[in-house]
T-cell receptor
């Protein structure tokens, strides 16, 4: 079985401050991990993914995420938040050894305050 | 150059009606998906097609029937619509099979409202 948890429904951060959106996962084997962003009334857009190799993954719009196997986490980070980063963020996981579909987290609403 | 497109964008209909949502991708991808996003923004996969063949059919009522006339199209037909079908439906595509590490490309969504 595979699952993913985003423990925070809402994250607020001031513009210019660093931001973190948390994600933990559970898989039987090794994971593929993804972050997607959804702006209002839009479809999801891919931000970044972890397949293998370096634990720090860099993606679009200055976002990065760190894969931590011991803590089964894949938190999304950005050093300096922009108001335009305000959106709904989804973490997703797929068990590498399984034909199962992508499982999405419940989403975290990020609000960057000017 | 829209990568994944859906029509219509909004659909308002009465209970008991039958409706269809169309999806097209011009990315040359092999795999297409339908997702349902409920009012709490929870996203759940409904179907997955690979090269026009059904791969995944999650626990979805058989009132929902996907049809893939070719690799670039995946339509969703819904019979006897119910209030609980109200949601946003997203089509997506990806370049390889269901077990791959490739990211998915999402359409803009179809907001279905059943009255």
């Amino acid at each position: 079985a595979q699952s993913v948890a985003q423990p925070e429904d809402q994250v607020n951060v001031a513009e210019g401050n660093p931001l973190t959106v948390k994600c933990t996962y559970s898989v039987s084997g090794n994971p593929y991990l993804f972050w997607y962003v959804q702006y209002p009334n839009r479809g999801l857009q891919f931000l970044l993914k972890y397949i293998t190799g370096d634990n720090l993954v860099k993606g679009s719009y200055g976002f990065e995420a760190e894969f931590n196997k011991s803590q089964t986490s894949f938190h999304l980070k950005k050093p300096s938040a922009l108001v335009s980063d305000s959106a709904l963020y989804f973490c997703a996981v797929r068990d590498r050894g399984s034909a199962r579909q992508l499982t999405f987290g419940s989403g975290t609403q990020l609000t960057v305050l000017p | 150059d829209t990568a994944v497109s859906q029509t219509p964008k909004y659909l308002v209909t009465q209970m008991g009606n039958d409706k269809s949502i169309k999806c097209e991708q011009n990315l040359g991808h092999d795999t297409m998906y339908w997702y349902k996003q409920d009012s709490k923004k929870f996203l759940k996969i409904m179907f997955s097609y690979n090269n026009k063949e059904l791969i995944i059919n999650e626990t979805v009522p058989n009132r929902f029937s996907p049809k893939s006339p070719d690799k670039a199209h995946l339509n969703l037909h819904i019979n006897s619509l119910e209030l609980g079908d109200s949601a946003v439906y997203f089509c997506a595509s990806s370049p390889a099979g269901t077990g791959s590490h490739n990211e998915q490309f999402f359409g803009p969504g179809t907001r279905l409202t059943v009255l």
